[in-house]
């Protein structure tokens, strides 16, 4: 890593959210991965936006991490800058129906944060495990509701170092994608349009949805949630089931019996051996089928 890019970014943010060699094994939720060469973690809006004018002025490859939760990292690590936006968490309510939530907020947060307010439309994504600038990137979506649903607008620090703001058309929302999903583009704050609701309803709608994920996901074990996007007229786990590939292990890494549609840590798993499962079971499936499945998890690094 770049001297002078150490020594200017120390001169923004504090010594323990700087971090050189860091285990992503930490920070994924599948509990896999090697070090990144600098792992940053800025505690406001002001410190990512000026970490990421220096890191860009270095020219040194970076990566913008939330919760880890739909990530896999190569066990040789990651040659670059991991900027955490962990650090930015500011969540407030707004009138009787609107939330306005920092990218690094988890979406259980804002949920429980709803929840309090008596704000119905985000139960859906009580249970995803991510943050809600994963969430706007992606267009995170569970059991009928998706992020396109509820978004009004979202703020954004463009490549070229702007602030800007997309409205809900200007996110062109479509399935597990947005327009600024691959295009550089960093999530700052999402404003949340919801409806004023009963909050007993809510909190039983958020149990009866927590108790399904409970029944049906392998939440017992560290995963990245479904493996594979939904292929059209298809579900992937069903697909996977039908390939005789449930239960199906490599090393430390396991088609969830539950659920054929997760890929597990049985607990000593590596990058490599989620990597070579995956691999394997769109090979299977696509033999069995005919259908392609596409990794919903991003893999960073060398695999």
Same mark, same amino acid.
């Given at each position: 890593?770049k001297?002078?890019?150490?020594?200017?970014?120390?001169?923004?943010?504090?010594?323990?959210?700087?971090?050189?060699?860091?285990?992503?094994?930490?920070?994924?939720?599948f509990?896999?991965?090697?070090?990144?060469?600098?792992?940053?973690?800025?505690?406001?809006?002001?410190?990512?936006?000026?970490?990421?004018?220096i890191?860009?002025?270095?020219?040194?490859?970076?990566f913008?991490?939330?919760?880890?939760?739909?990530?896999?990292?190569?066990?040789?690590?990651?040659?670059?800058?991991?900027?955490?936006?962990?650090?930015?968490?500011? $969540?407030?309510? $707004?009138?009787?129906?609107?939330?306005?939530a920092?990218?690094?907020c988890?979406?259980?947060?804002?949920?429980a944060?709803?929840?309090?307010?008596?704000?119905?439309?985000?139960?859906?994504?009580?249970?995803?495990?991510?943050?809600?600038?994963?969430?706007?990137?992606?267009?995170?979506?569970?059991?009928?509701?998706?992020?396109?649903?509820?978004?009004e607008?979202?703020?954004?620090?463009?490549?070229?170092?702007?602030?800007?703001?997309y409205d809900?058309?200007?996110?062109?929302?479509?399935?597990?994608?947005?327009?600024?999903?691959?295009?550089?583009?960093?999530?700052?704050?999402a404003?949340?349009?919801?409806e004023?609701?009963d909050?007993?309803?809510?909190?039983a709608?958020?149990n009866?949805?927590?108790?399904?994920?409970?029944?049906?996901?392998?939440?017992?074990?560290?995963?990245?949630?479904?493996?594979?996007?939904?292929?059209?007229?298809?579900?992937?786990?069903?697909l996977?089931?039908d390939a005789?590939?449930?239960?199906?292990?490599?090393?430390?890494?396991?088609?969830?019996?539950?659920h054929?549609?997760?890929?597990?840590?049985m607990?000593?798993?590596t990058?490599?051996?989620?990597?070579?499962?995956?691999?394997?079971?769109?090979e299977?499936?696509?033999?069995?089928?005919?259908?392609t499945?596409e990794?919903?998890?991003?893999?960073l690094?060398?695999?």
């Amino acid at each position: 890593m770049k001297e002078e890019l150490l020594t200017s970014l120390r001169g923004i943010l504090s010594e323990e959210n700087i971090l050189i060699d860091e285990p992503m094994s930490r920070h994924t939720t599948f509990r896999t991965g090697g070090p990144a060469s600098l792992f940053i973690r800025p505690s406001s809006r002001d410190e990512l936006i000026r970490s990421m004018t220096i890191i860009k002025e270095s020219n040194s490859p970076f990566f913008i991490l939330g919760n880890g939760s739909n990530l896999l990292v190569s066990d040789k690590g990651y040659d670059g800058v991991i900027v955490s936006v962990s650090g930015l968490k500011g $969540l407030e309510t $707004l009138g009787e129906n609107k939330i306005v939530a920092e990218a690094g907020c988890l979406n259980s947060q804002i949920a429980a944060v709803a929840r309090e307010h008596s704000m119905t439309g985000f139960e859906f994504a009580a249970g995803i495990p991510g943050t809600i600038g994963g969430a706007m990137i992606m267009n995170a979506g569970a059991y009928g509701g998706e992020m396109k649903m509820i978004t009004e607008s979202v703020t954004l620090l463009s490549p070229e170092g702007d602030i800007v703001t997309y409205d809900n058309e200007a996110m062109e929302f479509g399935y597990r994608t947005s327009s600024i999903k691959n295009k550089g583009y960093v999530v700052l704050e999402a404003t949340l349009s919801l409806e004023k609701g009963d909050n007993e309803q809510i909190i039983a709608t958020m149990n009866e949805l927590a108790l399904k994920r409970k029944e049906k996901q392998p939440l017992e074990y560290p995963s990245a949630g479904s493996t594979f996007k939904r292929p059209e007229g298809y579900f992937a786990g069903k697909l996977i089931e039908d390939a005789g590939l449930r239960g199906y292990q490599v090393g430390g890494a396991r088609v969830s019996d539950k659920h054929c549609g997760f890929v597990v840590n049985m607990g000593d798993a590596t990058s490599t051996d989620v990597y070579r499962l995956i691999c394997d079971v769109r090979e299977k499936v696509l033999k069995e089928s005919g259908v392609t499945l596409e990794p919903e998890v991003i893999m960073l690094g060398d695999f």
